[in-house]
């Protein structure tokens, strides 16, 4: 724990403008960034007498080894670059909404020259119409079916897509008018993107200049007496109010707003946001956050709307936003809304009337998040505090392990030798620290040494960045000033490895040989699911029903999940070469064009250099070079069905084949691994 006078900057070097400002620990990790109107004044407030701190604040600056601040000209300016270093860093001490779920949208792509109509998560791209988010996918395909009978678009994969254009037969939807089939040419790219650019207008809110133009051109059918274009149209009318009807009006002057509510305590806050658009709620999200800083309803509302606005621009940004009260200062956020939007943005708390009451609906959602959140949290939090208390106390740790390292070696019959490492914060996986590794020091299986070598390797490269970053004395500078997450910079508390007494005493042995000493090793054994310590004869028996040998066992099976997933990428990588990956400068498409012109590298392997520079794209010097390398590559023997003596097809290629089985029957190269053979 740091005294915050050790690093307290001196009198008159704190510059009274506005700037952004970051906290460091001892790591030289950032753990929290801010942003101030005046940064002598906000940076003041920390290094009063701590007794007068909020406990919040003071763990952060006692945790913190050293402050440094960036000027900015306004306070948009520093808005933005807040937002920018928060996604940079990830600080401990900043509050972080997180979605409770991944929230799927509704997504027109077209950026592409037939859109395609489907359910989109995660990440945005640019060119693709998002409409939403939905609680539900099921909800996006209800709303699609009905519409698709209006505005017959695509939603087929690319790969269906051109199935159908190579075989001239459009898919079931095709058939049955709920798609335009532009890949068989029903209808032309321009078509189909009119129908697109409708069917986003719809979404849109824009609903009832089009209802009023299918019902005048069904009275018009009507009266020329063409009833069944007249019905078709009736139908396809009602399939459009009945798509209306899934989001109820709550705004009846077609207002296109978003809602935001807050409901926290001392030490979580929920948040809830309404989508609303054409005066109907098209969609909804809820977020969670622990309170690590002090801060207030305004202060959450600020840090919800960088969060929800910060990677968006244009109508994504709605012109107007309601919340429950206003940032401190306003103006800067308005301005950083308006940028991002292009115009200006409406920022203020509803008064009176509908749109009250709607925020009030919305308030009670949030409320009701923040007691669920809480209800499961509790469960969550107390059963993961036991686990490590019961592992602490298991294998005679002074405290308990906060950061667990898992190790897992997998081959597959002594090839392909990768080993992971997994860890585990707090109980909780942390999946952007996982880290694999490849098997260098030695040819063949043996998980011992690899064991050895892949806790040496990690380590090693834990002292490199610990000696790089000035840790070893306290006189020397630290030289990275990036403060970017860096790979194996931070020790654990705990290293498990997936075997027993050997691989426990590999890994002692090669913490022992960096001299590091203050980590604790453990091995969990699967056959009986026993914890071995190095350098006992006996394992420690942890019950069966004990929330610590759960834990250790969800630790160890992570492991080995992520080193087979690699093994098994690694292996089918390997199974897919062919003898053209090692020509030099023949890329993929030119490979691809020699395999479909000869069908095989057998083929190819027989044909003259002026055959070879038939093919498109290959010139004579190219034709050389390959001719070269197949002429040394050695061809691989055939395969061979020992059950019938059949020599299989030629799969030299290196495209999926035919192998046998371990009974000698043939396996598609697309079989389970388990037919394949043993691996671990």
């Not at 000493?517 to 420690?540: H, N, Q, T």
Request: hydrophobic share 35%.
């Amino acid at each position: 724990m740091a005294d915050p006078s050790s690093y307290r900057p001196g009198p008159g070097e704190i510059p009274d403008s506005p700037g952004v400002y970051r906290f460091r620990d001892e790591h030289r990790r950032v753990i929290y960034v801010g942003k101030a109107k005046s940064l002598r004044q906000r940076l003041a407030n920390y290094f009063q007498d701590l007794a007068g701190l909020h406990p919040r604040t003071r763990t952060m600056v006692t945790t913190a080894a050293s402050v440094e601040w960036t000027v900015v000209s306004t306070e948009v300016e520093a808005l933005q670059l807040e937002y920018s270093w928060i996604k940079e860093y990830d600080p401990r001490f900043n509050v972080k909404y997180r979605d409770d779920k991944s929230y799927p949208y509704l997504a027109v792509t077209m950026n592409e020259e037939y859109p395609r109509v489907q359910v989109m998560r995660g990440h945005k791209k640019k060119g693709v119409r998002y409409f939403g988010p939905y609680t539900h996918a099921w909800a996006i395909r209800d709303t699609v079916d009905l519409l698709l009978r209006v505005f017959p678009v695509r939603t087929c994969s690319a790969g269906v897509f051109r199935n159908a254009a190579r075989t001239g037969r459009p898919c079931l939807l095709g058939y049955i008018g709920k798609c335009s089939a532009p890949c068989v040419d029903r209808v032309s790219a321009e078509e189909h993107r009119d129908l697109a650019e409708e069917f986003c207008d719809f979404m849109a809110g824009r609903t009832g200049t089009y209802i009023r133009r299918l019902e005048k051109r069904m009275a018009q059918a009507a009266e020329e007496m063409e009833y069944e274009r007249a019905a078709r149209l009736r139908d396809d009318i009602g399939a459009l109010k009945k798509a209306m009807e899934k989001s109820a009006v709550v705004l009846a002057d077609a207002t296109d707003a978003d809602l935001i509510a807050v409901a926290e305590d001392e030490l979580e806050a929920a948040v809830q946001i309404f989508h609303v658009r054409g005066g109907r709620v098209r969609g909804q999200r809820g977020w969670v956050t622990d309170k690590v800083e002090e801060i207030d309803t305004g202060a959450l509302v600020e840090h919800a709307l960088q969060q929800l606005y910060g990677e968006e621009t244009g109508d994504a940004v709605p012109r107007e936003v309601l919340v429950p009260a206003l940032p401190d200062p306003l103006e800067p956020v308005q301005q950083w809304l308006a940028g991002r939007r292009g115009s200006g943005v409406s920022l203020r708390v509803p008064q009176r009337g509908d749109k009250k009451a709607l925020m009030e609906t919305v308030q009670r959602n949030a409320q009701q998040a923040l007691v669920l959140h809480k209800t499961k949290r509790a469960s969550d939090l107390t059963t993961r505090s036991r686990a490590l208390e019961e592992i602490a106390e298991a294998l005679g740790l002074d405290s308990a392990p906060l950061r667990i390292e898992c190790y897992d070696i997998s081959h597959f019959q002594g090839d392909d030798v990768v080993a992971s490492m997994v860890v585990f914060e707090d109980g909780l996986a942390r999946k952007s620290e996982y880290r694999r590794f490849q098997i260098k020091g030695f040819a063949g299986q043996d998980d011992v040494r690899s064991m050895h070598e892949v806790v040496t390797r990690r380590f090693r490269r834990y002292l490199a960045e610990k000696e790089r970053t000035g840790e070893w004395t306290e006189d020397e500078e630290p030289r990275d000033d990036d403060g970017r997450p860096r790979r194996f910079a931070y020790p654990p508390q705990l290293v498990v490895v997936d075997g027993g007494q050997p691989q426990v005493a590999a890994a002692r042995r090669a913490l022992d040989e960096l001299g590091i000493d203050d980590i604790a090793v453990c091995g969990l054994a699967k056959r009986l699911e026993e914890v071995w310590l190095p350098g006992e004869d006996d394992p420690v028996v942890l019950p069966r029903t004990s929330e610590g040998l759960y834990l250790l066992q969800r630790v160890r099976d992570e492991a080995h999940r992520f080193a087979i997933t690699y093994q098994r990428a690694k292996r089918a990588k390997r199974i897919r070469s062919s003898p053209l990956d090692d020509v030099p400068g023949l890329g993929g498409t030119r490979k691809q064009a020699l395999i479909k012109h000869f069908g095989s590298v057998k083929k190819l392997r027989s044909a003259t250099i002026d055959q070879i520079c038939e093919v498109p794209g290959i010139g004579r010097k190219t034709a050389e070079t390959v001719a070269a390398a197949l002429a040394q590559a050695v061809p691989a023997a055939p395969a061979v069905n020992t059950a019938t003596g059949e020599i299989m097809e030629d799969v030299e290629d290196g495209t999926p084949g035919t192998t046998t089985g371990s009974r000698g029957e043939p396996v598609p190269a697309g079989a389970p691994e388990e037919r394949r053979g043993q691996e671990r």
